[in-house]
């Protein structure tokens, strides 16, 4: 069995603004489980990266460990890529970030990966608006080792084995709303539509943005019990804000569902167009976006969609003041400035 992509391609394959086709942001063929949520996940980043007419070359990708982790193998191939240790991703992330602040960071985690072995890292990376996208593939198991509850796991859930979980479930969106990050968004790997734009969204904000992706463990944690199914999941979904990505270059109009549609600008000029689930809810609003999702958690919704967004706040480069220019491309005249300006430094901190 082969595991590579057949070259060939229909020649009339559209092409983006700098003259690529889909295939060259795709990756090998997956190894996972067939049905598994995070195949469409990876399904939807090359979707994104593809429509943002982003160079390959300009992206870094990196993981932890664990079947989400796994998953970048299996697109972006022509990327740059690190596979870290387990929940450690951010560390190396932030390294990476500040080293050369010119690429692009995805960081693909998963539910163990973040919310128990990496829960410390993450809430550090959330605090320090690190420039990111950062998508936890969360199916409230640990597929790479037969099943077990993780930390996402919800209280009376049951597992394939027929255990109930005891345990309260550590809700990422919740986490992150009260630990101050910028953006915030939820969604399930089987909506496309709704995905990729939030994606775009992610990758334009200038900062820490965090997608929570339901992602059904199709081995291990789709069964009738689970609230991680597929079943499961479109039974009790509802969309809080549904988001189209607008470039400023580009002028898109948005079919709203229901309710009023609210531009909200990013850093970098791009906007989004949000068509919300009720006319009053303000996405821009902290602590609004913590009480409606509260609210649609005691009722078992699952709100999905830009759940918050913050589109004034300075990023970890602009916290630190650091330079524009990526570290990597310093000389040494800037790097070792000499004795004299050391001196200065030293003298500042009297």
């Not at 387990?86 to 985690?109: E, F, K, Q, W």
């Not at 101050?180 to 775009?200: C, H, I, Y």
């Not at 909200?264 to 996405?283: F, I, T, W």
Request: proline share 5%; with cysteine; charged share 20%.
């Amino acid at each position: 069995m082969s595991y590579f992509r057949p070259p060939l391609r229909h020649p009339n394959e559209p092409k983006n603004e700098v003259g690529l086709t889909a295939q060259a942001y795709e990756g090998p063929i997956s190894t996972l489980c067939a049905g598994c949520g995070h195949d469409s996940i990876s399904a939807a980043i090359v979707q994104t990266m593809w429509g943002l007419s982003i160079p390959p070359h300009r992206i870094a990708k990196l993981s932890g460990i664990g079947c989400s982790s796994k998953s970048p193998s299996y697109f972006l191939a022509q990327s740059h890529g690190f596979n870290s240790v387990h929940g450690r991703m951010p560390s190396v992330m932030t390294g990476a970030n500040i080293s050369n602040n010119d690429l692009h960071y995805i960081g693909i985690s998963g539910d163990g990966d973040t919310a128990s072995i990496g829960m410390g890292q993450f809430a550090h990376v959330v605090r320090r608006n690190l420039n990111m996208m950062y998508v936890v593939e969360n199916n409230g198991c640990y597929g790479l080792t037969k099943g077990q509850d993780s930390a996402t796991a919800d209280e009376g859930s049951k597992s394939k084995k027929g255990r109930i979980n005891p345990f309260e479930a550590i809700d990422l969106v919740a986490l992150a709303l009260d630990l101050g990050a910028t953006f915030v968004a939820r969604s399930f790997s089987g909506d496309k539509d709704q995905l990729v734009p939030l994606m775009k969204a992610a990758m334009s904000h200038k900062g820490f943005a965090l997608i929570d992706v339901v992602s059904p463990c199709v081995t291990f944690n789709n069964h009738p019990g689970s609230t991680k199914s597929y079943d499961y999941t479109r039974q009790h979904v509802e969309a809080g804000a549904v988001v189209d990505f607008v470039p400023m270059e580009q002028e898109i109009t948005l079919d709203q569902i229901q309710g009023s549609t609210r531009k909200v600008d990013l850093h970098n000029g791009d906007s989004v167009q949000l068509s919300k689930l009720a006319a009053e809810y303000d996405p821009t609003d902290r602590n609004v976006a913590m009480r409606t999702l509260m609210e649609h958690k005691a009722e078992d919704k699952l709100l999905t969609g830009l759940i918050y967004i913050d589109p004034e706040a300075e990023d970890f480069h602009k916290m630190l003041n650091l330079t524009d220019t990526p570290l990597n491309e310093l000389g040494k005249s800037e790097l070792c400035p000499g004795s004299d300006a050391l001196q200065s430094v030293n003298q500042a901190l009297r």
